[in-house]
């Protein structure tokens, strides 16, 4: 759910920066462009590590579960 979840939300920022390419922002306003631009890219590696750390951990979760030494 949560991988599901940052998937989107990464989908959703990659339109944004396909939205800020194809705008006249671009010519009119480097500056602002590129502050944009760096804004979302920044987000999206945050949305891609919170997912690579969800994964960790329900593997480390699942391994724990599946432990048949572990004590109940």
Known sequence: MKSDLCREIRSDLIDMIKYLNNSDLRMNDTKLYFEF?????NMIERVSKSE???NDDST???TINSDPNKMH
């Open 60 to 62: 480390a979760e699942e």
């Open 37 to 41: 631009g760096g804004k979302i890219s």
């Open 52 to 54: 690579s750390d969800w």
